[in-house]
């Protein structure tokens, strides 16, 4: 099968790289920048420019599947997220269609988020597709917009959604935290009632994401991609820490000194012109009591389950982290 594969330099997207030539699959990925290929690097993934993409795929061989992981997860504004997370998947849909890719074209799978849902019920719940959306952050609009365009984008192609939770795995910087503080024996959670958030290791979700794009009853369809179980954040931090040999005491971080720290990393994200990992936007997602969602329909529709117990995915995490030189 042939793929194309934007994010490929991402830490999503290597991994579906990798799982995709594992297979025996010939796979294209787009960058901006062709002198920076991170994790492309030495593997036979073809590479081209996002800026010469349009005539490179003209003349190749079409396309059996798009799988488009490619975003920002961070911007300044909201005309940022847009133009990364909506305006590209445009441009990547008209592409698909005047490149005479559009009859052979299998499948476009957007990954989106469980952002554009927004937070669970007070009580916990699980989130699933038919709910209601409420996005809380400017960057769960962005995607619920990207969303709402491939539904409604004309001519038509084959499309599926899939929605993860929080990511964690081998390459990822955002739980990276988590794991240096362990190091230190401290798990740090915001303050007050416990946290509850699904979650899912990077391996089983690029397993999932193939698994929605080749299945013929996923056409169409929206799948939630998480571990059945949730875990409470405070819980998730000690049990870092107890995989990694370590003791760690649960930290309790008061809400209104999170709120100075975000603010904080709001205004270097403005000096720096680049948003900061922790702002006030990341915060009042974290602030929330629940962001659950189940996963019972992509396990009932396309038979897709997470493999990788969740003390392994987390040593398997460490052991990447201490490998790499992260920890």
Request: positive net charge.
């Amino acid at each position: 099968m042939r793929f194309l594969v934007t994010g490929g330099t991402g830490f999503i997207g290597s991994h579906m790289v990798e799982l995709l030539l594992a297979r025996g699959d010939d796979v294209v990925c787009p960058v901006r920048n062709i002198s920076s290929l991170r994790y492309l690097r030495g593997i036979p993934a073809r590479v081209i420019e996002i800026d010469g993409m349009e005539p490179e795929i003209a003349k190749g061989p079409p396309f059996d599947y798009v799988v488009h992981i490619a975003g920002a997860t961070r911007a300044l504004d909201y005309a940022e997220y847009f133009r990364a997370n909506v305006e590209y998947t445009r441009h990547l849909l008209e592409i698909m269609t005047h490149a005479g890719q559009r009859e052979a074209l299998k499948r476009f799978v957007l990954v989106s988020s469980q952002a554009v849902a927004g937070p669970s019920p007070d009580n916990g719940a699980c989130c699933v597709e038919s709910d209601p959306l409420r996005p809380l952050s400017l960057y769960g609009r962005s995607k619920l917009e990207a969303e709402r365009l491939v539904k409604s984008f004309k001519p038509g192609l084959p499309i599926t959604i899939v929605r993860p939770p929080t990511v964690f795995g081998p390459r990822d910087t955002d739980v990276l935290s988590l794991f240096k503080c362990a190091r230190y024996r401290l798990a740090p959670c915001i303050a007050g009632p416990d946290r509850l958030v699904s979650i899912i290791y990077v391996k089983d979700l690029v397993e999932g994401i193939l698994s929605a794009a080749v299945s013929p009853a996923a056409e169409g369809e929206c799948y939630f991609l998480a571990n059945p179980e949730p875990v409470i954040w405070r819980e998730f931090a000690l049990l870092v820490a107890r995989v990694m040999g370590f003791q760690a005491v649960s930290i309790p971080l008061p809400l209104p000194a999170l709120k100075a720290v975000a603010l904080a990393g709001d205004l270097g994200g403005r000096i720096r012109g680049a948003a900061s990992l922790f702002r006030s936007e990341k915060l009042e997602e974290m602030r929330q009591r629940a962001w659950v969602c189940s996963p019972q329909k992509a396990c009932k529709e396309i038979g897709w389950e997470p493999r990788t117990p969740l003390v392994g995915a987390i040593g398997h995490t460490a052991n990447w982290y201490k490998e790499n030189g992260w920890l």
